[in-house]
């Protein structure tokens, strides 16, 4: 697969500097000079979640880091509610359901709006500890209305936990504001370096809470990894050996990340993401949300009348050596979608992929 340009959901592609890391020699994960560094990559977290509260790395991917939140939040016990309008909604519903019976879902078609008034109403009725919800969809793209659903939470004192697996670093995500008690991501995405570590963030009014709960298992266990981040403060901060190598990557992608600004950051994306929305119209391609709904690190277009998704995006591949996305579950062949996450999401990068499509369609028709 060397030499394609990933114009895919995550991973992203990733800067020189962010990739050197991967290749350096092998160091101690403890010790005061590694600690320090590692205390030091975590301060710099908190400013990208926007947040006071404790940062864990867990050698894993994003699915580990919400499987950490689940886990401690309710595995010990307790309801949670789910508003679920996608692929990764249902993710969150399993892994939640590993934990706990105690899961119940507010349903919503695959990309449809979220209903706040109908999350309210449940939340009144006092049944539950925890609300999980995606932020970005990523098999849709739909930027689910988290800054309005923290203050329902907020308002009802439910516990709140965020997927932001492709939506952090990308879209505005302000954790503490927000009253976001548990916030799950990943490397390889909004953050632009390479895949390896789950990041979990845990606001600093979750405690309380967490550590009534009787949470199982180890690994994955935050209270455990706050014990060590206490208890071995001064010379190996986490339980494990800590892949250290992702996590001087991860650091030069929030180096950048920082020294674009968070605002310009989110600004870019969102006028790349119009930029190619409007050029795809402009061929005659329907997007599968409106302006308002989407996220700004992906596009998803609907399928062409006349040409197969796989047939179009193989062309792609083969033609232009750029890859993109079909989707996933019942989405499958229905809708394809363009990443532009990172140091790809520029307009110019933009324009190159509609030429391709543009050249693969004339091709295929
Ligand atoms: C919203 C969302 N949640 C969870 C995941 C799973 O993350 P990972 O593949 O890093 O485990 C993804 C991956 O695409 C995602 O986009």
Redesign the pocket.
Known sequence: MKGYRLMI??PVEVAPEVLAPMNEAMEPHYGPDWTAYYNETLSLLRKVFRTEGDIFLIPG????A?EACLATAVGGGGRVLIPNNGF?GD?LEAIARSYTAEVEVLKYAIGAPLDLVQIEKALATGRYDLLAV?H???SIGILNPIRDIGAVCRRHGVRFMV?A??SLGVDRLEMDAWGIDLCAT?S??GLESP?GL?IVAVGPEAWAFLKRQESPGWYLNLTLWQHYADDWADWHPFPITMAVNNVKALRAGIERILTEGMSAREERHRQVCMHLRRKLEGMGFAMCLTDEHTAHGLTAVQAHPEVPVADLLQAVKENDKILMAGSLGALKGKIFRIGHMGPSATVATMDEAVEALSRSLKNLL
């Open positions: 959901p995550g991917t994003g699915s580990a919400i990764f993710r995606t970005c969809e990523t997927d697996v492709s990943a390889q995405k895949p789950g």
